[in-house]
């Protein structure tokens, strides 16, 4: 191709883009925004982008963001129309959106658990309406992240810690040294309750305390030819469950504890009986129940025994 003739062509190239440019341009205007995670989230992206903080966009990465699952619900399915959040212009901060979620919100606890509730129903959460946390105003989002993969109330290492911000009490037991090894992660808050609420007392996964504590310890379930009353009526009448400074969770160091049952008129339930009053006291010598001793080291079947002798709870 001669020079003049290569000179030609750019200066035609040139024009046609001068000419044309706008009218691509207001084409590509046009064009309608294409969803980036969710179905029907152009209008949201628009704005939202991965520099938000928090990550919003991290939901493609969580149950929520699945996309080839059709029950996947939508910005609006969670946050409504928002059109006054959405259609703000200008450089001040938007508006809320219709529903939010953040712990300042203004929108009732309830108006915000039925969007969850929408989709999650029954199973372990048929009686949230009656629970605890349902009647002291904790909302669904108050525990769970939705907009994230890792959610920390459904990891078994690290659920501990979204409970203890509430409930500090158990969060001081489960420092003790007998304790269920929660802060190790073999045992989470779940594991015993229901926080979404139950038919047992304290939200228990069961209707009694000890149906929750057999699921695990099944060898003191029975039944037993002779059944200790006293652990076959209450487990939390000798042990604290979440911790205690005595062996096995008690409540109190034997014989101290079985004291408070079983007083002097059968077996010397006394431990300083006899002789055996504390030097301290004008006595001969320490009581022997106080030497390293305790009423389980006759008394070993605590919680009941088919051994003919077993009145006595003995092997």
Same mark, same amino acid.
């Given at each position: 191709?001669?020079?003049?003739?290569?000179?030609?062509?750019?200066?035609?190239?040139?024009?046609?883009?001068?000419?044309?440019?706008?009218?691509?341009?207001?084409?590509?205007?046009?064009? $309608?925004?294409?969803?980036?995670?969710?179905?029907?989230?152009?209008? @949201?992206?628009? &704005?939202?982008?991965?520099?938000?903080?928090?990550?919003?966009?991290?939901?493609?990465?969580?149950?929520? /963001?699945? !996309? /080839?699952?059709?029950?996947?619900?939508? &910005? %609006?399915?969670? *946050?409504?129309?928002?059109?006054?959040?959405?259609?703000?212009?200008? !450089?001040?901060?938007?508006? !809320?959106?219709?529903?939010?979620f953040s712990k300042d919100s203004? #929108?009732?606890?309830?108006?915000?658990?039925?969007?969850?509730?929408?989709? *999650?129903?029954?199973?372990?959460?048929?009686?949230?309406?009656?629970?605890?946390?349902?009647?002291?105003? #904790?909302? @669904?989002?108050? @525990?769970?992240?939705?907009?994230?993969?890792?959610?920390?109330?459904?990891?078994?290492?690290?659920?501990?810690?979204?409970?203890?911000? &509430?409930?500090?009490?158990?969060?001081?037991?489960?420092?003790?040294?007998?304790?269920?090894?929660? %802060?190790?992660? !073999? #045992?989470?808050? +779940?594991?015993?309750?229901?926080?979404?609420?139950?038919? /047992?007392?304290?939200?228990?996964?069961?209707?009694?305390?000890?149906?929750?504590?057999?699921?695990? *310890?099944?060898?003191?379930?029975?039944?037993?030819?002779?059944?200790? $009353?006293?652990?076959?009526?209450?487990?939390?009448?000798?042990?604290?469950?979440?911790?205690?400074?005595?062996?096995?969770?008690?409540?109190?160091?034997?014989?101290?504890?079985?004291?408070?049952?079983?007083?002097?008129?059968? *077996?010397? /339930?006394?431990?300083?009986?006899?002789?055996?009053?504390?030097?301290?006291?004008?006595?001969?010598?320490?009581?022997?129940?106080?030497?390293? %001793?305790?009423?389980?080291?006759?008394h070993t079947q605590v919680h009941?025994?088919?051994? $003919? +002798?077993?009145?006595?709870?003995? %092997?």
């Amino acid at each position: 191709m001669k020079l003049w003739q290569k000179a030609a062509a750019l200066a035609a190239l040139t024009l046609g883009m001068a000419i044309g440019g706008p009218a691509f341009a207001a084409d590509d205007a046009k064009r $309608p925004q294409k969803d980036l995670v969710l179905k029907g989230d152009a209008r @949201c992206t628009a &704005c939202h982008d991965e520099a938000d903080e928090p990550k919003l966009l991290a939901i493609g990465k969580s149950k929520h /963001g699945t !996309k /080839g699952d059709p029950r996947t619900p939508t &910005c %609006r399915d969670c *946050h409504k129309e928002s059109d006054k959040h959405a259609d703000h212009k200008g !450089k001040d901060k938007p508006p !809320k959106t219709d529903i939010y979620f953040s712990k300042d919100s203004t #929108v009732p606890a309830k108006e915000r658990d039925a969007v969850c509730q929408s989709c *999650h129903q029954g199973g372990n959460r048929m009686h949230w309406e009656s629970s605890a946390h349902s009647a002291n105003g #904790v909302t @669904c989002t108050s @525990c769970h992240k939705v907009h994230t993969q890792h959610d920390k109330v459904r990891d078994k290492k690290e659920q501990t810690e979204v409970c203890f911000t &509430c409930h500090k009490n158990q969060r001081a037991e489960s420092y003790k040294a007998s304790h269920h090894a929660m %802060r190790e992660g !073999k #045992v989470t808050c +779940s594991s015993c309750h229901n926080t979404h609420g139950s038919t /047992g007392p304290k939200q228990l996964i069961k209707n009694t305390v000890n149906e929750t504590c057999y699921t695990c *310890h099944t060898e003191k379930r029975g039944p037993f030819l002779f059944e200790h $009353p006293v652990a076959s009526d209450n487990c939390m009448n000798c042990h604290n469950s979440h911790g205690s400074n005595n062996p096995s969770l008690l409540k109190a160091r034997q014989p101290y504890l079985c004291s408070q049952c079983h007083d002097f008129t059968q *077996h010397p /339930g006394n431990p300083y009986s006899g002789r055996g009053l504390p030097t301290t006291a004008g006595g001969t010598a320490p009581a022997q129940q106080l030497l390293l %001793r305790s009423c389980a080291s006759c008394h070993t079947q605590v919680h009941g025994t088919n051994h $003919p +002798s077993g009145a006595r709870y003995t %092997r």
